[in-house]
């Protein structure tokens, strides 16, 4: 378990979570751009926009010099922008309207909504950075977007969370039914794997070794089992109700599992297919391992310290429903603390890369320890 | 769509479903014998016990002579006891009982009450026939059960058939709940690729080469998805009540996609993991679509012309319900001639095929065929 190490580090507080971080930027959402076919579900990266010496601040200790010279002239906006309405344009072609329509219907309906498109761009940067390119990722990029979809819909039916709205529309079940959201679901796990082993979907003139496509679909699957995602879902399950009993390790098992797992294979799996070495693989597996559970961490201190308008999304839920959070078996500062341990150590996972190249997942880093919602 | 030739050929009647057939055999069920791990769940291969002669007597042209030679001096009971075991064990240690305990008991309670392991032993048979052996086969043959008893799970929730009982005891969400239920199903899903594409599944002085395993997989999941499994349920859902509209073509498109899909993956992933040539799987392919619709008239047969006490599970539900059936749209007499016309199709398929290895496969269509319930 790599918690011990990050709680025995000394890391600053996180100056992103302060008021005047949260404020310090004018830039738009992505959202509201050019290009992203994502109207309904706006993130911000304006923090994200400030200097790269002002992001690893939060730890004078790393050695990230070169690496953030680089990512001040990196563009992460435009990055962004322009691997969201890539991801975007796949999806749609990925998901064509075929008979039986209703199916198809639901499952576009669910995926195409928009949203941050966090897992395939961490997925094409992985595979870019290790000497890939974007259309080699592409379909692992849909693949892990439509794993985390399927998630998505299987969660929010009336058995699970029972959330009536995903994404600010009403949720799959809400407007298809229950028994087409369990089908959209499922039949969204299996097109994540036949997208992925398609031979037919990898440019010709660079296929895929298919030593590196079984790979692939091990990690894939293995991320989503009973020893993955479900995993982390089931014991969240037991978990319910008995609050009092739930330890930091137990938190992290099922934050690990629910969140980012899924988030460590979009960066393992692009960089398999980009035809990563073992070494190179291993070194961004723990960068993903970072960012992800660091994705959870800031979760529970946005929704302690945001308002419902900030967030977009009801805030204060952890308390009202007496969930577990870091903040609470943590304390606030000391969640800061965490979070500022993971991020410098995720950054820490990408030294030896080249920085330039490096200068997306620096970023992406960054943009989900300093998101504001 | 091959419905139409075989609506066109000319078949005598089917033998299997006289009366005095059902009363010819005195061999035990399969499940009564020793090193069948599934007690609670019975299946007579009484009828295919009989001489291969008398099977292919339904239709007198078929040039089945020296196929029903091999036929006739194979122990088909044996044979299907010691894959139904392997495959049984092969399950048993695909999924251990890991932590979190529940998700795994629950995958286990539904995966392991047994059944006739129909597509698992289709799976091995074809491995075999086409030059592979049953080691190779397994993880293939496992990832098969898997998925049909996902599908299961997953068609048993109270959204869904809201079936409480399935194989003789509590279906799953009885047994679990309902969340637990679709985890567990998801679960499976995802189980069956990662097995299925594990090296480490398979014998290491015979490794599957990995374009090999990629092709598997990706036949898996098109088997699966909305162009799959998902598409006859979904088509199946929305036909419900509107009994009138349904013509033979919507019925076999969901009796294909509901029943015929996972039988006919079962044999070409068989097939291709055992290095067929691509003739080969293709004319397996046409020998499995043969049985799977096969597997589906002689259901509704069997509804319509047992007693419960005989099935071992209601009988005269599709009546009841007002499901559409073969016999209801073309009656019965011509339901049995399809049944024949299917038959005997799939056992031409097998022509060319040395006749010693093709008689598992024949065996299994004559079992399909002749199966009293």
Redo the contacts between chains.
Sequence with gaps: MYMASFMHSSVALFPHLSPSSSTSSSLPPVSSMAGVRAPTHSFSVAAVGRPASQAVEIDATAPATSTAEAAAEFDFKGYMLGKAAAVNRALDLA?PL???E???EA?RYSLLVGGKRVRPVLCIAACELVGGDEDQAMPSACAVEMIHT?SLI?DD????DNDDFRRGQPACHRAY????A??A???L??????HL???ANYPPARPI???L??RA??E???C????????G???D??STGVTESIGLDLLEFIHIHKTAILLEASVVIGAIIGGGLDREVERLRQYARCIGLLFQVVDDILDLTKSSSELGKTAGKDLASDKTTYPKLLGLEKSRELAGDLLRDAKLHLQGFDSRKAAPLLHLANYIAYRQK
């Excluded at 039914?177 to 087409?180: A, D, T, Y």
């Excluded at 796990?189 to 036949?194: G, K, M, R, T, Y």
């Design positions: 998901v075929a008979y039986p209703r199916i198809h499952m399927m299987h039916l009336p058995c699970m039914g229950e028994p087409v369990v089908l679901g499922d039949a796990l299996a097109l994540a794997f036949s082993a398609d031979p070794p298919p030593y496509l079984v679909v091990g894939l699957a293995r989503i089992g009973s020893e993955g995602l479900v995993a879902q089931v014991v399950l037991d």
